[in-house]
């Protein structure tokens, strides 16, 4: 047998350990652990799971002094999943064992306690599905001689239970239910488990039971009937299915305008693939804001469906990443990561509202979820399908077939998107009086709107009308967000909260003037205009949960008239038919970001939002509140001009040498140190020089101190990414050793989303 295997822990994201470790196997082991299996290792002093990725030790290593596996689980990823995890490293430059660990189905990972709570636990009635005989009971004796006696000739009687015994057996679920649950949903402990189970009223499974392994069925009746197609539904599900069946692996986008049917077209798509025994994953963004698409889902396919979603109650998670893992479901929906979902004979994958951010995960493996999922495809053949009716570039640029949708199958017209120029509107508010106006024309008819300002809080910083002193994190060089119901301010990078003051901190001399307002003050605007019960507001301040998304759009759907104010989250797929009027607050939030991508957001964030009204019989309006009318994504997005926005975009990119026509690597140093993190930077860059044209390498640039770490960053941006990929890895094998010790931590983003 072999004595050695070598095991790369799953450790959390940010741990630099992701190398392979030597473990022994422990005394007595009955068999060798294989290859990719699962197995619980000693950590430090910690023991955390992790996978065998090589058979036999590294080298030479003095047997006796290596640690001895914990236990093994019986579980070998699949090679597929192996192979996932390889790529996200070799592409993304992801540490090994950060990699490992997020396609490892979470049920698998629910370790090391997995050993133990692999084991689920179903009551044993007894054959004449009597009550237990309690041992506290004086009679208990008595009871059970008299009413089992028959029995017991042929069968060992089951002792008696204590008080608290029964109590915890008399509430067993009969479908099963893991030891961990059990324990926490009674309040009871593992000895009483144990006791029931050596009395025999309770049995050990080692996977779940089948029967109650499936989401209830949310919907009972029989599913809907499929929709009859449009002609331009049915030209688009033709090419699809085509590319679908040729075997071949195939990249396509589906751009059609806001609610013009794309789900209906995936449900079509979904019906080929299982009717060939295949299986599917659908990528939605936040599973809150995407309900609608989910239940559809559901709704048509039942049973085969599985819902990967993090918000979901831990039991029913992992029953259904089970579920997925054992072949049982063949279609998974699910957030980013549930790209990673070990679906079998996988022929399809859609990604839907494909441009949204959600989608590229900001920490080790900081992938991009559109990247994987095409990758995976590219694998076994298939289609790889992104849905949008705002495409990033990078989509439109990288489909081979790119089907349109221009109508709306209800034949509702698009909104009317009228701009108003703030620079033209008197008033003090943050409404301008023209949008008061056609919002309390919206009330009066007893219909709905939506308010959109892409800022929190009450204002985005306090400033001292004396010295100029603008109140700043303390940890971070980023203004403090003001919350005036609260009054308080605080760091939306580090989360820092303190007691707004009265005067300025710096010179003691004023009281502060407030900056930009944000949806707090919004909402206090809009109570004029709107009954408080009418008024529902979404944003990531006063909505922290996916419970609480749910409760606010539901309770927003209910009432007429209402108002639904917040941040971009108002903007997502949600279908309201009562919406007649969609009010932009600010659309130039976005615009002036240091981010190549800062005009393609503010046209994604105007045609979405767009998109909210006009849902019902009335085609309904758009106002767009700007200081900026002329420039061209505002412009454009008004317009709803898709192909000319595109078109500019593309141009541009391709002159400054951004994605799609180039690569981009991020690389951010940080630490405590601002001179050694500069001096990292620098010798990084002197490096990269050497091999890169200097257009070929941006920085390195100072960025705001955030949690009193001092950050640089520079970029590479390459036109063959396997060259900067490579570099970047020689780089920071030399660097990461002197400088790590020294505290600096390097962040390696391929394909960064983001630049702050
Ligand atoms: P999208 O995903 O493109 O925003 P949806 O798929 O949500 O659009 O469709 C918008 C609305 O149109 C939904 O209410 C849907 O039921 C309806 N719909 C879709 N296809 C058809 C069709 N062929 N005939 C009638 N209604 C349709
Ligand atoms: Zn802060």
Known sequence: MIPAVQVIPLLRPRSLQSRAFDYRLPEGAERAPLLGELVTVPFGRRRVRGVVTALGASGEVAFARLAPLHSMSGVVLPPELLAVAGFLSEHYLAPAGASLRAVTPVHLLKEPAAEREISWVEPVLSETGDAPANAASPDGAAQSTESGGREAETKPQRAALTARQKEVFEQLLPEGEP???????????????????????LRRLLRPPREAAGLEPENPSDPPAPLALTEEQSVALARLTEALEEGEAARALLWGVTGSGKTEVYLRLLERVLARDGGAIVLVPEIALTLQTVNRVRERFGDQVAVLHSALPEGRRLKESARVFSGEARIVVGARSAVFAPVRDLRMIIVDEAHDASYKQEEEPRYDARTVAWWRIRQGGGLHLEGSATPRLESLH???????????PTGQKLPRVEVIDLRSQGGRGVLSPAAGEALREVMRRGEQAIVLLNRRGYASFLRCPACGEVVLCPRCEISLTYFRREAVVRCHHCGHGAEAPELCPACGRAALERGSPGTERLSDELLQIVPRNGLFRLDSDTVTSTGRVQEVLE???RTRPSLLVGTQMVAKGHDFPGVTLVVVADSDTALYLPDFRAGERTFQLLAQVAGRAGRGKDPGRVLVQTWNPEVGCIRMALDQRGEAFYREESAIRRRLGYPPYAELIRILLSGKDEKQVRAGAAYLFERFAKYLADDELLGPARLPVIRRRSRWHLLLRVEEPERGRHL??????????????????????VEPQSFG
């Open 179 to 201: 030891v961990a649950e059990l324990t926490r949903r009674l309040g009871t402990t593992r000895a009483v488990v144990a006791a029931l189970e050596e009395k025999g009223y």
């Open 555 to 557: 309770g927003f759907a």
């Open 728 to 749: 970047v890895e020689r780089a920071l094998a030399q660097l990461r050793g002197p400088y790590l010790r020294r505290g600096i931590d390097v962040m390696v983003d």
């Open 398 to 408: 990288d489909s081979r077939l790119v089907l349109r949708l221009k109508e709306r």
